[in-house]
């Protein structure tokens, strides 16, 4: 395939986005923490993305087309992780990923307690869990720790785990048994996913789902099926991992 595909710190959306337009370019993904701009920028939505309300990917036609397809890449996860129906999840994040992840577990869960530093973008997404039809509450982030124990899913959407190494939450309190997705995928196991595989806890990390919405937005663009386990292969093989995730 003729085409090339690179990767810039963005400092102004609109004009970054108005620039690569000018230049020709076929589209773009939109990352931390640009998803929820670049929503609002668009000419034409597809349903994911206007759910959601974050877009990730932009085609360049003689509009502006928003995709979402982050939500092909939790729904993807969570059949890996063979989720069926839950009761409650503990989501950590309320950011464009969290946005995601909201549209991919609407059916799957009965309530959802949302958490984030900044307790008022945890309250402004339970604005979405309404439209969608799901019964949430905003937690401070310092109460987080306490839900453990309740809850049947723990989701991290922040990037806590990654260049930081951290740990989002105190592993000790994780019940057995309960799913846990961390959308980390640098490392491809993150300190939060080691510590609940030991605790006997049903894990999945953020690569598979980074393929799923990477090859979808190959699709968009240039309308073909892209190989997802070449894109594996050669993610682990970047990120330097030999095991499986
Ligand atoms: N696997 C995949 O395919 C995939 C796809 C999308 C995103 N992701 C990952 O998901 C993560 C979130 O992305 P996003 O687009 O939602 O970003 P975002 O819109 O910037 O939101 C980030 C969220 O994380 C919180 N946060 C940031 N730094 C934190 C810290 N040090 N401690 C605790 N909370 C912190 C923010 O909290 P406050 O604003 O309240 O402080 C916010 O709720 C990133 O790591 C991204 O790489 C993975």
Redesign the pocket.
Known sequence: MNAIYLAFDVINLPKAIVGLQEIGAVGCNV??????EACRLMDWLSEEARESG?V?TVKFEDRLLGYNT?VS?VLY?LELLDLGQVDSVLL?????????VLLGVRERARKVFVT????E??RKILELCVRLGLDAEAVP?TERNSYLEKIDFLI???????E?R?I?INPALLRKGCYVFD????PPRTPLIEEALKKGCKAI??????????AEAEKIWFGVEPPEDVMMRAALSYLGVRYEV
């Open positions: 990352t931390i923490p640009h998803k929820e974050a990730n982050d890449g996860s950590l994040g309320a950011g464009g990923a969290a946005r995601s984030s530093r900044n307790i973008r945890a982030w991290n959407a922040t990037p806590v785990g990654t930081e951290g989002p959308l980390v995928y640098n990390g953020g690569l598979p789902m980074l393929i799923r919405q990477a």
